[in-house]
Structure formats: structure tokens, C-alpha cells
């Protein structure tokens, strides 16, 4: 079967799993053998509380770097049909172009309204990796960090933990888990197979991630988006025995995933073009190279985004800043967060992925 074939399956499993209820369904196979089970015949809730069964739903997802459509109708069986435009070849199979390597960071609000969220992202997340792993073959070296979008919850002056210390920084990877009503990063080992602040793929990744990304939401509802990410790129993080020592490298492909359900207010400098230009400075100003996938709130609102209630944990804020910062790059997704699954906003953004893989600069 071709790359491209291979792709329009995994597409049309991600799809499903954003429809995805409890029981039954479909089973994709990560490398080294974890899986995953899908189904779209029951009804979904989003994150700002609207329900639609799946005898009504119908979806489509925009692939923003091929000008394609995939559409999905559920029947009245609760079957999944997939109608796949005609996409281009994506590349990335084949040949000893484009990017080998993939470093994929996760900036996640561990706010107080954002347990739902989490959730879904960590729920969508060994499919979107499958995917990537299928349709680009060549791109078999992974590095995957989380880390949160703020530093101290709300204790002022907090007593950082000596073994355990990069909780406690803006930007730091997460390696430990969250427990319930914990501050994020403050539990046990998530056990990374690398012995790294970062995951690098193998058959415990799905549990990896899950682990390290159940931030909490033990978090500041002053997040710092911008902040947190840039820090995490930083060139004092990277430094031997700094927390993401190792994480980031010159030759691979920068993947920035962000989830948010409010704006960020607090990042200094607090503009979209200083944030931008940051990013792009860590990959040594080769701006292609980077991949940038919101999930927020939108601007203008996404529909069925209800206003952010803290009560209920539904609805978002808008986006206006980190959507400017987003679509400043080449390469970027939108998405929004009150969805009820982000497979279809992960789905989206792999032909975005492997163009930006195929064209690839690497360092000089």
C-alpha cells in the first residue's frame, strides 16, 4: 500500500476516534505494539457542552497545506463513512529527503477548568503519533516533552522539591505525574523508557504520555502560553543538567502542540511578533521548520464555544494574542478546544506535518 493510502486510513481513524464512544470499534497499532481502540456510534459531548448524536453528526476537516477535504457522515447505523478529496502525494516515503527527526512539544493549561481537556488530548494522541509514524516513514526519531503554562500554581513562594526540581520551573519538561488535587508534576515517576525529561517512542509511550500529561488543574488561571513555551526552547533549559537538556535539536522538526481555554495575559513580552520571532530563533531562524497547532478558545470565537465558566468547566475565552501568534507561522493549525475529540484537529495537521517534513532545511 502507498504512503498515501496508509495515510487515508489513519485519517479516516482519527476521525473516528473524535466520534469515539466507550466500547467496540476500530484498533490502531502504535510501533512496538501499543493499541488503541475507536468507535463512532455513540453521541458525543463537547468540552462547552453542547451534544449531538452520532445519527446526525457530520464533520469536515480543512488539510490547510493541500487545499484537500476529508468529510465524515455517521449513518443511521452509527457507520462511519469517510470521503477523502484528492490529497497529494505527501511525501516522506521513499526517499532520503525531508526530516528524520521530530521533536514534538506539548504546552498544556493545567488552569482549573482544563481536566476535560487534558483528557481529550491524551485520549487523541497515540492515533495522531501512528499516523505520523505511517505517513512518514522516514521520520523515525522522536522526541516528545510536556510541559504546563504556569510555575507555581497559586503559591507565591514556593519550597521547590531537590529531587524533583523541574516542576518548579516555567518551561520545564515533565517527567512525574500529577495526583489528584496535587500540584502538576509533583507525583511518581512517569518511567520514560529514554531515562530523559522527554519520551522517544516505543511501547510504553501511550502510558508515557498519558502520565506526564494529566497536568492537573492546580494551575494559576493567569497562564503563561507564551511564556512556557518559549522558555521551553530556551537556551538555559538546554544547558547540561538543566531540565530539557537534550530535548531540542537542530535537525529535526519542531512540532508545537498548545491547548488552552483562555488567552495568555501574562507572558512578558507580551506581543505576538516577540513570541513568534522567539521560536523561530530557536530553530536558528529557519521558520519553515516549525509546525505550530493551537487549540484554544479562537478568534473570532469558534462556534459552540460558550464563555468560559469555571463553575461548569465549559466554554473558553477568546484567543486574540496566541491566535495572532499561531498564524504568523507558515505552518499552523487552528483548532478549537471545546470540541468533543481533537483527532479531527490532529488529523488536520498532518499534511501540514509532512510538508513541512518533505521541505525540510536542515542546518548548515
Not at 26 to 34: C, M, Y
Not at 77 to 93: E, F, N, P, Y
Not at 329 to 345: K, M, P, R
Amino acid at each position: 500500500m502507498s504512503n498515501l493510502g496508509r495515510l487515508h486510513l489513519v485519517l479516516a481513524l482519527l476521525v473516528a476516534v473524535a466520534c469515539s464512544g466507550d466500547s467496540g470499534g476500530t484498533t490502531a497499532t502504535l510501533s512496538g505494539g501499543a493499541t488503541t481502540t475507536a468507535t463512532a456510534t455513540t453521541a458525543t459531548t463537547s468540552a462547552s457542552g453542547t451534544t449531538a448524536t452520532s445519527a446526525e453528526s457530520e464533520s469536515s476537516t480543512s488539510v490547510a497545506s493541500t487545499g484537500a477535504t476529508a468529510s465524515t457522515t455517521v449513518d443511521d447505523t452509527g457507520g462511519l463513512k469517510l470521503d477523502v478529496g484528492a490529497l497529494k502525494d505527501l511525501g516522506g516515503g521513499g526517499t532520503d529527503e525531508g526530516c528524520k527527526k521530530i521533536d514534538f512539544l506539548f504546552v498544556i493549561d493545567n488552569s482549573n477548568s482544563m481536566a476535560n481537556e487534558q483528557q481529550l488530548l491524551v485520549d487523541a494522541f497515540p492515533d495522531f503519533i501512528a499516523a505520523i509514524e505511517d505517513g512518514l516513514p522516514v521520520a523515525t526519531d522522536y522526541h516528545i516533552g510536556v510541559t504546563k503554562t504556569d510555575i507555581f500554581g497559586f503559591d507565591e513562594d514556593p519550597t521547590p522539591d531537590p529531587q524533583n526540581p523541574c516542576p518548579y520551573v516555567l518551561g520545564g519538561l515533565l517527567a512525574t505525574a500529577t495526583p489528584a488535587a496535587a500540584k502538576t508534576g509533583t507525583g511518581a515517576s512517569c518511567n520514560f523508557a529514554s531515562g530523559e525529561q522527554y519520551m522517544t517512542g516505543g511501547p510504553a509511550l501511550a502510558a508515557e504520555f498519558a502520565c506526564a500529561a494529566a497536568v492537573g488543574t492546580k494551575g494559576n488561571t493567569g497562564e503563561y502560553q507564551a511564556g512556557a513555551t518559549l522558555a521551553a526552547l530556551s537556551d538555559a533549559l538546554a544547558q547540561p543538567g538543566a531540565c530539557n537538556e537534550g530535548f531540542l535539536r537542530d535537525d529535526a522538526l519542531l512540532i508545537v502542540t498548545l491547548i488552552t481555554d483562555e488567552d495568555d495575559d501574562w507572558s512578558d513580552p507580551d506581543n505576538a511578533q516577540a513570541w513568534f520571532d522567539g521560536v523561530v530563533a530557536a530553530k536558528d531562524g529557519v521558520e519553515t521548520n516549525i509546525v505550530f497547532l493551537l487549540i484554544s478558545g479562537g478568534e473570532p470565537k469558534w462556534p459552540g464555544c460558550g464563555p468560559l465558566d469555571f463553575n461548569t468547566n465549559t466554554g473558553a475565552d477568546a484567543s486574540t494574542k496566541l491566535t495572532e501568534w499561531a498564524t504568523k507561522f507558515t505552518n499552523h493549525q487552528l483548532g478549537s478546544v471545546c470540541e468533543a475529540g481533537y483527532a479531527g484537529d490532529l488529523s488536520a495537521a498532518l499534511a501540514i506535518i509532512a510538508t513541512a517534513c518533505e521541505e525540510f532545511t536542515p542546518p548548515s
